[in-house]
């Protein structure tokens, strides 16, 4: 009881530290994109000298707000859809002139060539049509606003991107932290969820658990982003180049996570076929999962820290000594399916840490085989 009360505090602090750290990127994002509108702004308006210098600081929020990992690619995207659309206007205005279905069939068509040209590329299409309407409805009555819209487009782009590079480069740790602790959070809890159907012999259990992780896809999908978001932020901002290691760190343990996940579902397929079937559990099957679910946990507080994993380590040992003795003192078939994955999973997260593929399967295997030993 006092075990299972002190995770619940646990887990109640880690998620109040990752509202806190969410919180934390959403304000530097919005005063990256009040700091990139301002000073778009100032210099299409004081430099540049254009009066009405709109589509600078759009521009520049467009920047700033785009996917993490896609800035420079929305920069170029925006240039692009501003070109695209300039051209296609006014090459079609030339032709059919001003009017109501002339602005309709202009704005069609330019955003027609520019997903034919890029594809399912939002900003650019985005940009396309803005600059078709804008330069069929106006250019009638304001002449030469095809280069101050290029301009503009250009000066947006080029300060948001100075913003997030050099002015208010955000921590690439924090991105990949808050992206991946609901990974880490779901798998040590599905680990527990069949550790718990294995002991209380409830199938139905880990079928659940099956499901949840199988439902890990859209988790996986924002990680990702966030990875490619924290590698063009060591490359872009001088001011994080000293975090690239990290970054290159984070990004092989999280390939090797991806696997633990996919083990882990075999993990609970097995496990409620092992149930189905009523194969004994000795009571060292489940104690071995959640050993593995320990590891998880110990896995995400020491990288948060930048420690080394020794205690990780200790832990998956454990998982996979205890895996031993349950398989020595008796499992049948599909019980012995589980320690298999669990062993496989238990490799994977070593690796994670780490370890090279040999030395892993190394230490799996001699855990194992100790944990036999001792029965």
């Not at 000073?39 to 600078?56: K, Q, T």
């Not at 240039?79 to 002139?97: H, K, P, S």
């Not at 982003?225 to 490359?235: D, H, I, T």
């Not at 990780?312 to 998982?319: G, L, M, P, Q, S």
Request: charged fraction near 20%; include cysteine.
């Amino acid at each position: 009881m006092k075990i299972a009360a002190a995770r619940i505090r646990v887990r109640g602090h880690e998620a109040g530290r990752l509202r806190l750290r969410q919180f934390e990127v959403a304000l530097v994002i919005s005063v990256q994109a009040g700091l990139a509108a301002a000073l778009a702004w100032m210099v299409s308006h004081d430099l540049l000298g254009n009066p009405s210098p709109v589509f600078a600081p759009s521009a520049a929020v467009g920047t700033i707000v785009a996917a993490l990992g896609q800035r420079a690619h929305r920069t170029v995207e925006l240039l692009l859809g501003v070109g695209l659309g300039i051209f296609t206007t006014d090459l079609l205005l030339t032709v059919l002139g001003t009017g109501l279905w002339q602005t309709g069939l202009v704005v069609g068509l330019s955003i027609l060539a520019t997903l034919a040209l890029f594809g399912r590329t939002g900003s650019a299409v985005g940009q396309a049509g803005g600059t078709a309407v804008l330069l069929a409805t106006l250019s009638p009555a304001q002449q030469d606003l095809e280069w101050p819209r290029i301009i503009d487009a250009l000066v947006g782009g080029l300060v948001g991107l100075l913003v997030v590079a050099l002015l208010l480069p955000i921590n690439p740790m924090r991105i990949l932290d808050r992206d991946a602790a609901p990974i880490f959070g779901c798998l040590a809890a599905q680990l527990r969820e069949i550790s718990a159907a294995l002991a209380t012999h409830d199938q139905p259990r880990a079928v659940r658990a099956l499901d949840t992780l199988r439902g890990m896809g859209s988790d996986l999908d924002r990680l990702h982003q966030a990875l490619s978001g924290a590698e063009e932020v060591v490359s872009l901002a001088p001011a994080r180049w000293r975090r690239r290691q990290d970054v290159e760190r984070f990004a092989h343990a999280a390939a090797h996570m991806e696997q633990v996940i996919e083990d882990s579902r075999g993990l609970a397929r097995r496990s409620a076929i092992a149930l189905q079937y009523d194969e004994p559990i000795p009571a060292d099957l489940p104690a071995s999962v959640d050993h593995l679910a320990d590891a998880v946990e110990l896995l995400r507080r020491e990288y948060r820290a930048g420690c080394q994993s020794a205690r990780t380590h200790h832990k998956i040992r454990d998982a996979i000594e205890t895996a031993g003795r349950a398989r020595a003192r008796g499992v049948d078939e599909f019980g012995s399916a589980v320690v298999t994955q669990l062993r496989t999973a238990a490799s994977n997260l070593l690796r994670a840490t780490g370890y090279d593929p040999a030395s892993a399967n190394r230490e799996v295997r001699q855990a194992a085989q100790h944990g036999a030993d001792s029965v």
